[in-house]
């Protein structure tokens, strides 16, 4: 009989220790920005780690709580309430097991990327304005406009010490990575809010921390009638919301990740799946969404994480779940140590990491379009919510690509007493009528005026019946008629070509 040796890796070990330390802070930051309980964050990490990360799919990919949606949840929470939280997370996984099931994830990959920039932007640029409340300690408004416009009044709210321990924190998250072989050893959020709690805590610093319940006392499953706000059209919306962005975030992260590795790649549909089966025991536990986060899976571009501390199989994402699984049931006393303001200073630090900087100025130089899509998309976020934004920024982006798409050139041949011949080359749509009917309508009325159609490549119904009437209204009297020339009776059947 052969005995088949199973275990894990060291490197694959290592990871899964650090992938914990990253996480730990993180799902506790995003619960609080979110407005629920920490423990709730840890068991959507938990949940990510032990069910997502054994299910097939992205194999070096890491889910938890995300900060992308963060101001989602917070809007959700604050309208519908927390109680209401778990069912919208279960809908929304099922959303993304019947989009993975039709095998629609692939689809995500055609999401303008200019979309995607601009929505990571609005989100970051929320997420930081509502942060900096918190660093001072200080409530937020509602809205992203009323943070924006709160931002004024705020120098004299703060709590000078708050502010102080979130500051240093954003501090230790820039200058902890430059030192190369520490922050192999221990990643950067870890060492910014442990000092923090650790000074606060030995000087007894007169700062809000960190309430803990216990899971027992945060956890709550939907009960049957919860599920009946489903037929609600604003709850409807939210699901949605939840699962259109959850998957647009967990699979273009997935594309990053594979890009850091020379593993097996990516099935989209099978990560959309396992998302979807994650989401929904999250919602049964009445805890957050989750999304494949690439700060996990390869720390925000810190020298160490799931893939560029070595992983190298799906152990080590299952066994970061393991680790906070042991942390919430052994030591969540230890959350009731860390400052409010330390986990804003962390998530102020992530939302920056969300504005597309590098993008806009690629963008800016070679696609200025693009650019307008993306700032079209942030602000339509800031000004309303997540939702409206990505609505928003997907018919911009169609209006672009029919913009750009949609060349008609009108060029004109006299030919003296024979006449003037004007030839329309290109894609004729209603977005370019008006140039069109311009450069026809200058022609002479005097003149006869040969039309050919054959250098069209498309036409619409707006176009064919706009030249139609043209053609018509030069029959009755307006000047010469235009001749029989080629494309002029394929014009009257709504076709281009040759009559």
């Known amino acids: ?147 924006l416009a709160g931002l004024v009044s705020l120098p004299g709210l703060v709590d000078p010490v708050a502010l102080s321990v979130g500051g240093a924190t954003i501090a230790v998250l820039l200058l902890w990575p430059r030192w190369g072989r520490g922050s192999r050893l221990v990643p950067a959020p870890l060492v910014a809010v442990g000092l923090a709690a650790a000074v606060t805590g030995g000087f007894d610093l007169a700062v809000r921390r960190v309430e803990v319940r216990g899971l027992v006392g945060a956890v709550r499953v939907p009960e049957w009638g919860d599920f009946g706000r489903l037929t609600e059209v604003g709850v409807i919306g939210t699901v949605v919301a939840f699962a259109l962005i959850a998957s647009a975030e967990s699979l273009f992260g997935a594309a990053e990740v594979d890009r850091l590795h020379r593993g097996q790649r990516t099935d989209y549909d099978r990560e959309l799946i396992a998302q979807g089966v994650g989401n929904a025991v999250c919602g049964v536990l009445g805890a957050l969404p989750m999304t494949a986060v690439i700060v996990r899976s390869a720390t925000g571009g810190a020298p160490s994480g799931g893939v560029q501390s070595g992983a190298r199989t799906k152990a080590s994402r299952v066994l970061h779940g393991g680790w906070l699984l042991v942390f919430t049931a052994l030591l969540p006393g230890v959350l009731g140590l860390v400052p409010v303001a330390a986990l804003a200073g962390l998530l102020v630090h992530a939302g920056c990491g969300l504005l597309p900087v590098r993008q806009v100025r690629g963008l800016w130089r070679g696609h200025r379009g693009e650019v307008v899509v993306l700032g079209v998309t942030a602000v339509v976020i800031v000004v309303g919510n997540v939702f409206e934004g990505v609505l928003v920024g997907l018919a911009s982006a169609v209006a672009k690509t029919a913009w750009d798409v949609s060349h008609v050139q009108v060029a004109t041949e006299d030919l ?67 001749e029989q020339g080629e494309g002029v009776t394929a014009v009257r059947g709504g076709r281009v070509g040759s009559p």
């Open 1 to 147: 009989m052969r005995v088949v040796r199973c275990g894990v890796s060291k490197a694959d070990l290592f990871a899964s220790l650090v992938v914990f330390l990253v996480a730990l802070p993180l799902c506790v930051g995003v619960a609080i920005a979110s407005g629920v309980p920490a423990e709730l964050g840890l068991v959507t990490g938990i949940v990510g780690g032990l069910v997502v990360g054994a299910l097939p799919g992205s194999s070096l990919q890491v889910s938890g709580p995300a900060a992308g949606l963060t101001v989602l949840v917070y809007e959700a929470v604050r309208t519908y309430g927390v109680e209401a939280l778990g069912v919208l997370v279960f809908a929304a996984g099922v959303v993304q097991l019947g989009l993975g099931a039709l095998r629609l994830g692939r689809w995500f990959r055609a999401v303008s990327s200019a979309v995607v920039h601009g929505m990571l932007a609005g989100i970051g640029l929320v997420l930081v304005a509502g942060q900096v409340y918190a660093l001072g300690d200080v409530a937020a408004p509602a809205g992203g406009v009323g943070k």
């Open 416 to 482: 003296g007493d024979a006449g003037i011949v004007v030839r329309v080359l290109g894609h004729a749509t209603f977005l370019r009528l008006p140039k069109l009917l311009d450069a026809l309508e200058a022609l002479p009325c005097d003149r006869v005026v040969r039309l050919e159609l054959g250098g069209l490549r498309h036409v619409d119904h707006a176009c064919a019946a706009a030249l139609e009437g043209w053609v018509v209204g030069r029959e009755r009297g307006r000047g010469p008629a235009p």
